[in-house]
């Protein structure tokens, strides 16, 4: 049995194996706490910030990410304070106004309260959360796609914005997408990422098209029937 | 010559030595090669005073050679002619031959080249009387005047490397640490951790392996200190490197540069040869039996690569990119192992400590802030340069007593300190200490040490939308708070300065700055909100003078003003119509002249030109 560690998540006592963390803790007991760059099996990230947690350090607290934060003896986190809910609602506002279509983080904000965007709308297609990135390199043993630039004008790309040898087709980084947009525009993915999705066969197999990742081909989407 | 030096007592011969050997210079005319001087034409001063020295056949008495710099970047090139300290500033090459002429043979001086107090209009002999020095108190920067930078046996006739041989000798690794801990030294990097309590995180942790690394990416806007450091005394750094690493058990060290200092990196390149020379740095320095080895890196030039775990992912050839932490450098670094990261001037203050001792050392500064901090004073202020002073001395003593006040007659409006990220401080709090906790309090903080010094002049939104500007180019783009956040605060600041500014536009600013602060991932995106906190929290009437009444009190966003001449000022000199660019300004002889606005840029040239002060913006 690996060591174990007791915190206190959202006022319960808990225990948890030493070297996970607090997402993994807080989820275990059933706690909800949003998040977009983390997958189980992936190397946990830290951009999204959705999942900030507020941490006791006794008369002060600070925020962090909890799918980075590892937990230790004695810890007292709070997944849902007033502090927490403030800063993650703007969170969600700005990842909005950089992907106002994609309907995961409109469901997000549904659940949130958050009722509308005040910033300005600048849609990017993309929130860098680094899920494909990671799927390609982690899962696939491939590294087919990486990081482009800096700040507002990083994106994902291939080297040269050719498609890599290393791409194995395998479509991870459409079906990993937290906000649906690499899939919505696989019509014209072999600009977008690797271009893998053109060796993949068209599926129909949704009654209705919700523009999910399952029926994407070289045509794009398509309703069941056309 | 090259030679291995193999005991402490070896060392102190060999300094007597050189220091013998120097005394067969009658002079010496110390040069400042820095980056101010260099760039008002020191390297060919230099050469003026070699050739000259050459043609007189002097060249066995006088020494003619280059430093680090000397500070007084406003009058540069600065130059001092020891024994006496004669100091020259603004000397051209053309003055050369007077000064040999004159201080050299006839050891009478130059008056014209003497620096004149701008207050008793009297000519000043020596630097130390100069005010600009005068409240300064120099540690790190005590030799930056006189060594020559690629000699270590100049560093060594100073003392140099007697730190060293105290730390392997006399000392344990522990007792280094105890004394630096004792010493109270804080990280000079900006956030102000203490250095020996770091120190000690990393030297507990297991593991044989250790590194040590020299954080000199040094990016803000306007600081040169590290820079001066490494291009001044370079031997300083790496003797603190040497002790740092024996205090913590490191085998290996790195400095990582930026690639944009490219005298730093030679220089540091060339005091890590000399040093590996002399047995001092490599397998078994100073015949002690502790082997160390110092390489250098270079940055490709990220401001962000100046964030701890960015700067170890650049070392190790990955994308400069912060990395949450826990796991901190101290228990996983660079490769996995333990590693220290320390600025530049922390390093350079260690064999301070050591030689002195921490006592010394504790003496200086406030009771949580101790020992001495460079700053870089730009902006608009009478003496810009390079100042090292003791913590808690006021803002306004290093703003008027050494900076000498605001150029041009203007009035002080507010000083940045810390860098692109730290926040402005208005004239009512000038007289707040300079220390860690008080920085910060007011919403600014340390920082590296960049002060920028602004007149009445400047439009504070108009600065905060500069330095957003600045950290969305330079952030990396990780996380949304940051990537994003940034980015629209620069948007809605964008708006402010253009007259579209709303009125929950304020508001929103404040929200948006807590979100950056509390969810960034590293100190970069943390502390970006500052310029606009600050700005909000010390200049509020501006930001509602642009939204509320679409004004801009500084005269300077282009939307919200408009150039005319007052009549009865104007003389109709002309002035304004000749450097017009766009022939709005126009006029005819004994009449004012006019502007007319459909043509006007609002370049603002009439305004600095015209000498009656005719030309109002409102």
Redesign the interface.
């Known amino acids: 049995m690996a060591d174990m560690v007791e915190l206190t998540i959202d006022g319960i006592k808990v225990r948890a194996p030493k070297g996970t963390t607090v997402l993994e803790a807080a989820r275990e007991m059933g706690i909800v706490i949003p998040t977009l760059c983390y997958y189980p099996g992936l190397t946990?990230?830290?951009?999204?910030?959705l999942c900030?947690v507020e941490l006791i350090r006794g008369k002060r607290s600070?925020?962090?990410?909890s799918c980075?934060?590892?937990v230790s003896d004695g810890m007292v986190v709070f997944t849902n304070s007033e502090?927490v809910k403030?800063?993650r609602k703007?969170?969600l506002e700005?990842?909005l106004?950089?992907c106002p279509n994609s309907k995961v983080l409109q469901d997000m904000a549904a659940n949130m309260g958050v009722t509308k965007v005040?910033?300005?709308i600048?849609d990017r297609g993309c929130?860098?959360c680094?899920l494909c990135v990671r799927y390609c390199k982690e899962q696939m043993q491939s590294g087919g796609i990486g990081?482009v630039?800096?700040?507002?004008?990083?994106k994902v790309g291939t080297p040269f914005e050719m498609t890599p040898a290393e791409c194995r087709n395998c479509n991870g980084c459409e079906w990993i997408c937290p906000v649906c947009m690499r899939a919505c525009r696989a019509g014209q993915l072999v600009e977008g990422i690797c271009g893998g999705c053109l060796n993949v066969a068209v599926v129909e197999t949704c009654p209705v098209c919700v523009k999910c990742s399952e029926s994407v081909g070289p045509e794009g989407h398509r309703a069941y029937g056309k | 010559m090259a030679r291995q030096i193999s005991s402490p007592i070896e060392l102190k011969t060999y300094a007597e030595e050189v220091c013998k050997k120097k005394e067969r210079w009658e002079m010496v005319i110390a040069v400042c090669g820095g980056t101010g001087c260099s760039a008002f034409g020191s390297y060919d001063v230099r050469s003026a005073f070699t050739k000259e020295v050459e043609k007189l056949s002097l060249s066995d008495r006088v020494l003619v050679k280059m430093t680090g710099c000397h500070g007084f970047c406003e009058k540069g090139p600065v130059t001092i002619i020891y024994p006496w300290q004669y100091t020259y500033v603004s000397i051209k090459p053309e003055d050369v031959p007077e000064v040999i002429e004159k201080t050299i043979i006839k050891k009478e001086l130059v008056d014209r080249l003497l620096y004149r107090d701008p207050v008793t209009k009297q000519r000043i002999k020596h630097n130390n009387e100069i005010p600009f020095y005068a409240h300064q108190k120099r540690l790190v920067f005590q030799h930056n005047g006189h060594l020559d930078p690629t000699s270590i046996d100049d560093y060594i006739s100073v003392g140099g490397y007697q730190a060293l041989a105290k730390a392997l000798f006399e000392m344990t690794p522990e007792q280094v640490l105890v004394e630096v801990e004792k010493s109270g030294l804080r990280g000079r990097g900006g956030a102000g951790f203490p250095t020996g309590r770091k120190w000690r995180f990393c030297r507990n942790s297991p593991g044989s392996e250790k590194y040590i690394i020299c954080n000199g990416d040094e990016g803000d806007p306007g600081a040169f200190m590290d820079r001066s450091v490494m291009e001044g005394n370079p031997h300083s750094v790496i003797e603190g490197m040497i002790i740092g690493a024996y205090a913590i058990g490191a085998t290996k060290g790195f400095v990582y540069v930026r690639a944009e200092y490219p005298i730093a990196v030679k220089y540091t390149r060339l005091a890590i040869e000399q040093a590996h020379q002399y047995g001092l740095l490599g397998e078994n320095i100073l015949g002690s039996g502790f082997s160390f080895d110092i390489e250098v890196r270079e940055g490709a030039g990220?401001f962000?690569c100046g964030e701890e775990t960015a700067l170890i992912a650049s070392i190790e050839g990955k994308?400069g990119m912060p990395?949450?932490r826990?796991?901190f450098p101290a228990v996983s670094g660079l490769w996995g192992k333990p590693t220290n990261i320390n600025n530049v001037e922390t390093w350079a203050n260690v064999p301070l400590i050591i030689n002195k001792g921490a006592d010394w050392f504790a003496s200086i500064g406030t009771a949580e802030s101790k020992g001495t901090k460079t700053f870089s004073l730009v902006g608009k202020i009478n003496n810009t340069g390079i100042v090292e002073v003791p913590l808690g001395i006021t803002l306004r003593e290093i703003i008027y007593d050494i900076g000498g006040g605001i150029s041009g007659g203007r009035k002080f409006k507010a000083v940045q300190t810390g860098g692109p990220s730290g926040g402005c401080i208005p004239e009512w709090l000038l007289d707040t200490p300079v220390d860690y906790e008080r920085l910060t309090e007011l919403g600014s903080m340390m920082g590296s040490g960049g002060m920028i010094v602004m007149d009445e002049g400047t439009c504070m939104i108009d600065v905060a939308r500069y330095f957003m500007k600045f950290l969305?180019?330079?952030?990396?783009?990780?996380?949304?708070?940051c990537?994003?956040?940034i980015?629209?605060a620069l948007?809605i600041l964008t708006d402010i300065t253009e007259g579209k500014g709303r009125k929950?536009d304020i508001s929103?600013l404040e929200?948006?700055g807590?979100?950056l602060k509390?969810?960034?991932?590293c100190g970069l995106g943390r502390t970006a909100a500052n310029p606009v906190l600050s700005t909000i929290k010390y200049f509020r009437n501006e930001y509602e003078a642009h939204i509320n009444e679409k004004k801009c009190p500084a005269g300077v966003c282009k939307a919200l003003i408009t150039f005319s001449i007052d009549e009865e000022k104007c003389k109709s000199c002309g002035k304004c119509a000749k450097v017009c660019p766009t022939k709005a300004a126009s006029g005819k002889k004994k009449e004012p002249y006019k502007i007319d606005k459909e043509k006007c840029i609002k370049c603002g040239l009439c305004r600095e030109s015209c000498k009656f002060g005719a030309v109002i913006v409102s």
Request: aromatic letters at 4%; proline letters at 9%; hydrophobic letters at 30%.
């Open positions: 946990p990230y830290g951009a999204c910030r900030i600070s925020l962090d990410a980075t934060l590892p502090r403030k800063v703007v969170i700005l990842l106004s950089t005040r910033f300005k600048k929130i860098l680094g990081f630039g800096r700040g507002t004008s990083r | 990220a962000v994308r990395r949450p826990p796991p969305s180019e330079e952030s990396c783009g990780k996380c949304v708070p990537r994003e956040g980015d629209r948007d929950e929103l929200e948006l807590e979100v509390d969810g960034s991932l």
